[in-house]
């Protein structure tokens, strides 16, 4: 049985690429496409490009990249170039032979800071990361760049590691458990110190205030981390998360009234 690598076909509305072999790597690809097509969609092993007449360099772009790994196998035919350029503005549709699984790896940079890094990039798995930690996060080219304000947070990041279901595509995780938690540890120093700390000065500490503040601004600023940690602002059933929020939101509560009494 002749066994064809790849196949290009020519539907009445859309171009099919089929790559059967697994040997060919188009992780180059995957990034390409993730970075020049927002509206992409990826569908187990399928990715979808929709129909469009704009964008026209990147799909002559990528039709040409595409076409160049398949007379790689196959004899150069000039006709079969000019048919798939021609067809550029059609739904290009790339199946591949396996699930596409996008990795997760990340880098400690110190204790408040650390690089994920999602390979192939993905815009989509980007933006969850940024609603699910609520956290200061910085989109950078090559990976993501988070800023870690308490503990709770860094919580937050073990959970997302540990979870299948807020990435809506295959991934994986390069999971290091031993380095996470010493990540994690990092603060039980600090947390050591703090229990020194008089109730009022852990209250303004909580709030991310200072005695030095007005009632005014304490109270806004009340405002805006118990919008923020409300355990109503679950959109899922994780339990854990809404017992880590609940915990922070009753923190929160309980860190305003000490002001407030003392005032």
């Known amino acids: 049985m002749l066994f064809i690598f790849m196949q290009i076909l020519f539907g009445a509305h859309e171009t099919v690429i089929k790559i059967n072999s697994k040997s060919i790597s188009i992780d180059y690809i995957q990034h390409y496409i993730s970075t020049h097509f927002s509206s992409r969609k990826i569908d187990d092993n399928t990715i979808h490009i929709p129909a469009s007449t704009t964008d026209l360099y990147h799909r002559t772009f990528l039709l040409k990249w595409l076409y160049s790994l398949y007379t790689k196998k196959n004899k150069p035919l000039p006709e079969l170039k000019e048919s798939l350029l021609k067809r550029y503005y059609k739904t290009i549709k790339i199946v591949l032979p396996k699930k596409i699984i996008h990795t997760i790896k990340y880098k400690i940079v110190d204790n408040e800071t650390i690089h994920l890094s999602i390979t192939p990039q993905n815009s989509q798995i980007a933006l969850q990361v940024k609603t699910f930690l609520q956290t ?7 990976y993501l760049q988070i800023t870690f304000n308490d503990v709770e947070e860094k919580e937050r990041l073990k959970l997302f590691l540990a979870s299948s279901e807020i990435i809506d595509v295959p991934h994986q995780h390069i999971y290091d458990k031993q380095k996470m938690n010493e990540f994690f540890d990092q603060t039980k120093e600090r947390q050591k110190q703090e229990e020194l700390i008089s109730p009022l000065t852990d209250a303004y500490i909580t709030l991310q205030m200072t005695p ?5 601004s304490i109270k806004k600023q009340f405002k805006k981390l118990a919008k923020r940690w409300h355990p109503d602002k679950i959109a899922n059933d994780d339990k ?14 309980e860190s305003y009234e000490i002001i407030l009494h003392s005032s």
């Open 136 to 142: 200061e996060m910085t989109i950078l080219p090559t």
């Open 212 to 216: 030095t503040d007005d009632i005014a």
């Open 240 to 253: 854990k998360l809404i017992q880590l929020h609940t915990k922070k939101f009753q923190e929160l509560l």
